[in-house]
């Protein structure tokens, strides 16, 4: 156990519906990561915050994808209208931040999208 | 990273044994590396890391060697165990501090 801990472990959803996934981080880590983990792939990176502020998002997080961290420290990850495309596993890491990079990943949440 | 579909490429190796798994790296600017193990059903788990200012760093049982100049890493494990089976993953930082995954290499160890 990283200390990093996502809920729900498991989602299955119909087409069209609204999830939402929630990342609380190790508790003094200022960065958080959200990243999507396709079967035999490795993680791929979605966004990420210092504290709350969301500092960058990659070309992969759609529109229909929302993540937001409040008070710095929670984060939850939003897909609207889902597609059976977005079935994978959703990953979060937190860090120290740059001086102490080891990025520790929680257990992920898979989705499926029927 | 280079995608590798459904069809990771294995590592088959016998209890005891040392195991070298490679992995190529794309950004020449990256500073950071990391190899991360993953059990299935797992998020990924830290193993070990290596600066961009550094060729070789070892830890418990694991040695890192990076060579920038082909772009190229490598995680050595000494005295392979069943526990070690798992998927291994390298990873670059670049700008951002965001973590770039390789492909990732199945490694199973036979008893």
């Known amino acids: 156990d990283t200390g990093v801990s996502q809920d729900p472990r498991h989602k299955i959803t119909k087409r069209g519906q609204n999830v939402t996934f929630r990342c609380d981080p190790i508790?003094?880590?200022?960065?958080l990561y959200w990243y999507r983990q396709t079967l035999g792939q490795g993680p791929e990176f979605l966004t990420y915050?210092?504290?709350?502020?969301?500092?960058?998002k990659s070309r992969l997080l759609s529109d229909r994808f929302s993540a937001e961290r409040p008070k710095g420290s929670f984060s939850t990850l939003e897909i609207q209208r889902t597609e059976q495309g977005d079935s994978a596993m959703y990953l979060c890491?937190?860090?120290?931040?740059?001086?102490?990079?080891?990025?520790?990943f929680g257990q992920g949440t898979r989705l499926t999208v029927v | 990273g280079e995608s590798v579909g459904l069809h990771l490429p294995t590592l088959s190796v016998q209890e005891g044994d040392n195991s070298i798994i490679n992995c190529a790296y794309s950004?020449?600017?990256?500073?950071?590396f990391i190899w991360y193990k993953q059990e299935s059903g797992k998020g990924p788990q830290f193993i070990i890391d290596?600066?961009?200012?550094?060729d070789k760093r070892q830890g418990q049982r694991v040695t890192v060697l990076l060579n920038k100049t082909v772009k190229h890493l490598s995680l050595q494990i000494a005295a392979t165990q069943p526990g070690d089976s798992a998927v291994y993953f390298c990873?670059?930082?670049?700008?951002?501090?965001?973590?770039?995954f390789g492909g990732g290499t199945r490694l199973m160890v036979k008893p």
């Open positions: 915050f210092q504290n709350e502020a969301q500092l960058e």
């Open positions: 290596i600066r961009s200012n550094m």
């Open positions: 890491a937190s860090s120290l931040g740059a001086l102490n990079t080891e990025a520790f």
């Open positions: 990873a670059e930082r670049g700008a951002g501090n965001m973590l770039t």
């Open positions: 508790s003094e880590h200022n960065r």
């Open positions: 950004n020449s600017a990256s500073d950071y």
